[in-house]
């Protein structure tokens, strides 16, 4: 027998209803878990977060690490520029007292050469040595002066670049507290000296999270652009330092060359000098001794005219005269009994004795322009010896400074 439904058709469909209803949200519910169970998170997702974002902080810190080891390396061959350049400075500094020194010297030569006596201090040519090499060294100083003052400037240039690099150190550091300080062999400190500074090749491809652009430089990663601009103007600054350093080198070996070559010169421009007051000297020497001797010569023949004209004159008074001395002389006056018959002897002992005084007058004369040749010759040889004893003081206080330890 077939149970025919007691209750209504509505009542069975609201019941009916209800179960598909039902049936719908339970479909719904478990397309809605699975889906859901796609898309949520797993349990452990707050561990998963924190190692992410641990990694991410740590790739962060390791790549800024490398920056910082280059940044570092970068300010360790700056300042081995920075030495280079302050001993080039100090070089040049000494150098330039050195130059100074001898101006000095040349002035204190100059000096002792200006004791000489007046007739001495006719300009020569130790004295035009003197000048060229006062001249020279004014150049070699200017020179010099000019190189010191680039070097000075390239120093200031320096000594903002490591500001800089330190300041980007120290900002750039701020994230590396927590990672160790060692990174690969490349960037190492002892391999950084060896290799000298690094350089575009040096850096690192990837710096920074999900960093772009080319050798990995971002404005939001590790390795900025201000990063690239100042180990850039670090590298020209260092390729500068080594030009600098090689020309000023080259510039104090030509200086001290120089120098040398100057100094030289006036010295043995003094021992020429020296060398050639000494022979006058000995001449003047010589030449006043012939004159000592022709003076007494003159002498010993002005004493023999001297009594040679008093013989002839014979004595004062006539009653001194003999009888055989006297122009009445019996013999004589027989003699002339006859007219004409003459005997020239006064005139020939007047023209005798006016011989003897010429020859006497003419010797005093002689003996006269001798004595005054003889004291110009003394005079001169006094000149010669001051003038050689102050070149020889001049030449011994080059001697003795010219190691320019004074």
Not at 85 to 109: G, P, W
Not at 123 to 142: I, M, S
Request: aromatic share 4%.
């Amino acid at each position: 027998m077939e149970i025919v439904g007691i209750g209504t058709q509505n009542w069975k469909s609201a019941s009916n209803q209800s179960i598909d209803v039902n049936n719908g949200l339970i479909l719904q519910s478990e397309s809605d878990c699975t889906r859901l169970r796609r898309r949520d998170p797993v349990p452990f997702f707050r561990d998963y977060v924190l190692d992410l974002s641990n990694g991410v902080a740590d790739k962060y810190a390791r790549s800024t690490r490398e920056v910082v080891n280059l940044l570092r390396n970068t300010l360790l061959s700056l300042n081995e520029s920075t030495k280079a350049m302050l001993r080039s400075k100090e070089n040049l500094e000494t150098a330039l007292e050195n130059i100074r020194k001898d101006l000095q010297l040349n002035r204190e030569t100059a000096h002792l050469r200006s004791l000489k006596p007046k007739e001495e201090r006719l300009a020569d040519g130790a004295d035009d040595l003197l000048n060229a090499e006062r001249l020279h060294l004014v150049n070699l100083k200017q020179a010099l002066e000019a190189k010191h003052r680039g070097v000075d400037e390239l120093l200031q240039q320096l000594a903002k670049s490591r500001a800089a690099l330190q300041k980007l150190l120290s900002e750039r550091g701020r994230v590396c507290d927590l990672v160790c300080g060692v990174t690969r062999p490349a960037y190492s400190r002892q391999s950084t000296r060896d290799s000298g500074a690094p350089g575009p090749g040096n850096r690192p491809s990837t710096c920074g999270v999900g960093g772009s652009g080319a050798d990995g430089i971002d404005a939001l990663g590790s390795y900025t652009p201000q990063c690239e601009m100042v180990i850039k103007d670090a590298e020209d600054l260092m390729r500068r330092c080594k030009l600098v350093e090689g020309d000023v080198a080259e510039t104090l070996d030509e200086v001290k060359r120089l120098q040398n070559t100057a100094h030289k010169s006036v010295n043995d421009g003094l021992v020429k000098k020296i060398s050639e007051t000494v022979t006058f000297d000995q001449k003047l020497e010589l030449a006043a001794a012939d004159s000592r001797r022709t003076i007494n010569k003159a002498r010993r023949w002005e004493s023999f005219a001297a009594k040679s004209l008093g013989y002839n004159l014979g004595p004062e008074k006539y009653s001194d005269l003999k009888a055989r001395e006297k122009l009445d002389r019996p013999i004589i006056r027989v003699y002339q009994r006859h007219p004409g018959n003459q005997v020239p002897e006064a005139q020939e002992i007047i023209k005798a004795r006016n011989y003897y005084e010429d020859s006497l007058l003419t010797t005093r004369r002689n003996i006269g322009l001798l004595q005054l040749s003889q004291r110009r010759l003394e005079e001169d040889m006094r000149a010669k010896k001051l003038a050689a004893s102050a070149d020889l003081a001049a030449l011994r206080n080059r001697r003795k400074k010219a190691d320019h330890r004074w």
